[in-house]
């Protein structure tokens, strides 16, 4: 039985991954959404909210977990993010092997990672593909975002590594840098090349 050649999909906050990773399902190949996943787990009803609740006390609600609430107490605490991370990526794991499993008959899938190679990712994928854009770009797109200041922004931009390693390292790159129908261009080429 033959296994699908696993994509990991990264780029830095504001890059365009999630645009590129719609183009990867629009042509068919299934995407795994790290990110939809955890907030699927921390939105109402979500399976992660009482250990959230229990670690970090009034930081979830009805409406599942009060990311305000949740930021302040992570929010530049190594430990307190540490802890955070410890009960989400098991959780999220376990749901990326789920995805595995019901797609194992297709040619191609695509993780949708964002700290790929910060998390050390980038190890348990077969071909690493890296999201970038200009840095005048991605500034701008970031800091168009309901609620994104500054400040956040480069909090976030810290954490990542930097798109120049990024590119280094992977194995394509997809620039948004340029329209639509190019970076559209630019994805069924990696598809083809499958």
């Known amino acids: 039985m033959t296994t699908p050649k696993i994509i990991g999909l990264t780029g830095s906050i504001g890059m365009g991954k999630s645009t590129v990773a719609a183009m ?21 009803g979500g399976e992660l909210l009482p250990a959230i609740e229990a670690a970090f006390p009034g930081s979830t609600g009805p409406e599942g977990v009060d990311r305000d609430r949740l930021g302040h107490q992570v929010f530049a605490d190594k430990e307190a993010l540490a802890r955070l991370e410890a009960i989400v990526h098991p959780a999220v794991a376990a749901r990326r092997a789920a995805f595995l499993e019901a797609n194992r008959d297709k040619r191609a899938v695509v993780f949708d990672i964002p700290l790929l190679f910060e998390r050390g990712g980038h190890s348990t994928v077969d071909l690493v593909v890296v999201v970038s854009a200009p840095e005048a770009v991605q500034r701008a797109r970031v800091l168009a975002r309901p609620g994104m200041t500054e400040q956040k922004f ?41």
């Open 24 to 44: 990867f399902a629009e042509a068919g190949i299934p995407v795994f959404d790290a990110d939809a996943e955890v907030r699927a787990m921390q939105g109402p």
């Open 154 to 194: 480069e909090h976030i931009f810290a954490l990542q590594l930097h798109d120049s390693h990024k590119r280094d390292r992977a194995d394509h790159v997809i620039d948004t840098g340029t329209s639509l129908e190019e970076t559209r261009a630019q994805v069924a080429a990696l598809i083809a090349s499958l």
